[in-house]
């Protein structure tokens, strides 16, 4: 069974950073795409970020480029999501989100963005 | 980028109802279309992939059809655990977008 747990959410004040980690198990990790999915509170889901199996095809949206960072550990079956120049219009929980024989979502992660 | 555009954004129904939500992409996305139902304060979860498989353990009161470029979500008789927002996701292109969401209220 997929599991996936994001972690490293918090408050943060504009301009800072933020680094968000899951760590997958349950699955040939190595074998899959993997996103960060993101939602604002009160809105719908929004696509920030895809990496692939080896991390040669990396994709960001528009609203995050040049600002976030996306990698993977396939040794430590991890995914992570470097956040700077964080704006308050990135508060939202970020969902890591796994792609391949299926798909499959973590709990997310609250990030705040807040003076 | 794929534009999918969902409807109704709300609609109120009663147990036993019959549900209908539709998603229109803005372009051919094959057959790459997922449909998720999300409970406040939790993940998404995978109804059905691939337009019309129902992912395991899922009721099969829910299913999924296609006509071309629109995509529909129904569930044949509403249960109390359905009351929900549901969303549709095309995964053909990235960016992988998603519909704007239809929130099922009682």
């Known amino acids: 069974e997929v599991q996936l747990v994001e972690s490293g959410g918090g408050l943060v004040k504009p301009g800072g950073s933020l680094r968000l980690s899951c760590a997958a198990s349950?699955?040939?990790?190595?074998?899959?795409?993997m996103n960060w999915v993101r939602q604002a509170p009160g809105k719908g889901l929004e696509w920030v970020s895809s990496?692939?199996?080896?991390?040669?095809?990396?994709y960001y949206a528009d609203s995050v480029k040049g600002r976030f960072t996306i990698s993977r550990d396939n040794a430590k079956n991890s995914l992570y999501l470097q956040m700077a120049s964080l704006r308050v219009d990135d508060t939202a929980v970020y969902y890591c989100?796994?792609?391949?024989?299926?798909w499959g979502w973590g709990q997310g992660t609250l990030v705040t963005v807040s003076s | 980028d794929v534009q999918m555009t969902q409807s109704p954004s709300s609609l109120s129904a009663s147990v036993g109802d019959r549900v209908t939500i539709t998603c229109q992409a803005s372009?051919?996305?094959?057959?790459?279309l997922n449909w998720y139902q999300q409970k406040p304060g939790k993940a998404p979860k995978l109804l059905i992939y691939?337009?019309?498989n129902l992912e395991t353990g899922v009721p099969s009161r829910f299913t999924g059809s296609a006509s071309g470029t629109d995509f529909t979500l129904t569930i044949s008789s509403l249960q109390s655990e359905d009351f929900a927002t549901y969303y549709c996701?095309?995964?053909?292109?990235?960016?992988?977008?998603f519909g704007g969401g239809t929130e099922v209220e009682i």
């Open positions: 989100v796994s792609q391949g024989q299926g």
């Open positions: 349950g699955f040939t990790f190595s074998s899959y795409s």
């Open positions: 990496i692939s199996t080896t991390s040669r095809y990396i």
């Open positions: 996701q095309q995964y053909d292109i990235l960016p992988l977008t």
């Open positions: 691939d337009v019309s």
């Open positions: 372009q051919d996305i094959k057959n790459y």
